[in-house]
C-alpha cells in the first residue's frame, strides 16, 4: 500500500483547506482510513478516521463540528475537509490505513502517508 497526502498549506485563521490522500497497491475500498496530525515535541494525535464504506465516521473532539472526512473509493482517495481552521490546527497531517477502526484511530495502522503541511495564522 501507498498513500500520498497533498492539500497542505498557508491559511489565515478562520480559512479552509482541503486535504487529499491517494492510496494505491490494494483494494481501497478494504481498508479504513484515517488522519493524524502531529507538531513538533508531541506525539502524533488522531484526527479523524473512516469505515470501508464510508458510512461510519470518527472525530476527536477537538476537530468535530469543523472538519469532515469522507472517501471516493472509484477515485481511491480520501478527502480531509477543515473548515474554520485555528491556529491550534496547524500541523503536518498524515493519512493512514489498515483493514481494522480500532487499529486506524489507534495510531497502529500499518500504512502512513509522508504527511502534508498545515499552517494557520492570526
Known amino acids: 500500500v501507498q498513500l500520498q497526502a497533498s492539500g497542505g498549506g498557508l491559511v489565515q485563521a478562520g480559512g479552509y483547506l482541503r486535504l487529499s490522500c491517494a492510496f494505491s497497491?490494494?483494494?481501497?475500498?478494504?481498508?479504513?482510513m484515517g488522519w493524524f496530525r502531529q507538531t513538533p515535541g508531541k506525539v502524533r494525535e488522531f484526527v479523524a478516521a473512516?469505515?470501508?464504506?464510508?458510512?461510519?465516521?470518527y472525530y476527536a473532539g477537538s476537530v468535530e463540528g469543523r472538519f469532515i472526512i469522507s472517501r471516493d473509493n472509484a477515485e481511491n482517495t480520501v478527502y480531509l475537509q477543515m473548515d474554520s481552521l485555528k491556529p491550534e490546527d496547524t500541523a503536518v497531517y498524515y493519512c493512514?490505513?489498515?483493514?481494522?477502526?480500532?487499529?486506524?484511530?489507534?495510531?497502529?495502522?500499518?500504512?502512513w502517508g509522508q504527511g502534508t503541511q498545515v499552517t494557520v495564522f492570526q
Open positions: 493512514t490505513a489498515d483493514q481494522g477502526v480500532a487499529t486506524v484511530r489507534s495510531g497502529s495502522g500499518r500504512y
Open positions: 473512516i469505515s470501508w464504506s464510508g458510512g461510519n465516521l
Open positions: 497497491g490494494r483494494t481501497f475500498s478494504s481498508y479504513v
